[in-house]
């Protein structure tokens, strides 16, 4: 017996030495995520940059991003602040960075994978940004603005952010314009540029319907600005998920591509849905979802 007990005692032994001598896991491989204000659709809570899942919004964007990152559990995440110009520069430097932020334009899959999440929703209708008392000036007898048309007027002066894409309908529009086109600046963090439009130091801009509203209730007082509808505004077709084009960022973006999957074929889908847009999805935003979510699962990696 004594023998039987000793014996039992150094398998015991030898068995804790061996899980004392297991190597500890490795850490889980880090995906960066590339963030900028952009409310309503990314807003940064208290002004701060994102540092945990529970600090992002609740917008379209960064909304979207909270159901994401779940689905992508083999990685830790972190947020990165970055300008277009400055996320093109460290992806063309082999830095390995992800966005939900950027359009797919033909010339950035020179540095840029791709993967499409969603159909683009009514708030990314882009309108035309102008000051209450220049009203009579873009008044088309009750017409919806063409921008095709707005753009050949001399007279009138435009400013855009430096970098932003808004989508293959407008940057299309845009480009045919040349030197012609509305002259760029490059912004910083906020509301720059409606700021400069309050201020009369331009006749108009391109922007989102909602981030003129989260402007005008952030000074307070009566709506000195316009947004006026455009015939050409659903310019972007498709939200898109974007990684740097290395290795590491090619199995980024596949990570994503398989998590947007995961999202189709959830059967509580509609509960998700609820969650991500409450009381902004109407009935047919649903439908559209609904449809896209059903040819996503069906469909094997949309990636390029």
């Known amino acids: 017996m004594r023998r039987l007990l000793v014996r039992g005692l150094a398998v015991l032994a030898c068995a804790a030495a061996g899980a004392q001598a297991q190597p500890p896991s490795p850490p889980p491989t880090t995906l960066r995520w590339v963030v900028q204000h952009m409310p309503p659709h990314f807003s940064y809570a208290g002004g701060r940059v994102p540092q945990t899942l529970e600090d992002l919004g609740r917008g379209e964007v960064d909304g979207f991003l909270r159901l994401l990152i779940p689905r992508l559990s083999e990685y830790r995440h972190e947020f990165v602040e970055a300008s277009t110009a400055r996320f093109e520069s460290l992806a063309r430097q082999g830095e390995t960075l992800c966005s939900v932020l950027h359009v797919r334009r033909p010339e950035r899959l020179d540095w840029l994978y791709f993967t499409h999440l969603h159909p683009a929703l009514a708030s990314r209708e882009i309108h035309v ?176």
């Not at 088309?140 to 435009?158: F, I, K, Y």
């Not at 391109?206 to 509808?229: I, Q, R, S, T």
Request: charge should be positive; include cysteine; hydrophobic fraction near 40%.
């Open 129 to 304: 940004i102008v000051h209450r008392d220049s009203k009579a000036r873009f008044e088309q007898a009750g017409q919806t603005l063409q921008l095709a048309e707005l753009l050949q007027r001399r007279e009138l002066v435009g400013l855009l952010p430096r970098d932003r894409s808004y989508g293959p309908r407008i940057d299309t529009l845009l480009q045919a314009q040349g030197a012609n086109a509305p002259k760029t600046v490059a912004t910083g963090r906020g509301m720059q540029l409606l700021a400069m439009l309050r201020a009369k130091r331009m006749d108009y801009t391109l922007e989102y319907p909602a981030a003129v509203d989260e402007f005008m209730l952030n000074l307070g007082g009566p709506p000195e600005l316009l947004k006026l509808p455009l015939a050409e505004g659903r310019s972007t077709t498709m939200a898109m998920a974007a990684c740097s084009r290395t290795p590491e960022g090619r199995r980024r973006i596949e990570a994503i591509d398989r998590a947007v999957r995961t999202l189709a074929e959830d059967p509580q889908r509609e509960r998700w849905l609820r969650e991500w847009r409450g009381t902004a999805l109407d009935e047919a935003e649903r439908r559209r979802l609904l449809r896209y979510l059903d040819e996503r699962a069906s469909a094997g990696p949309q990636i390029e």
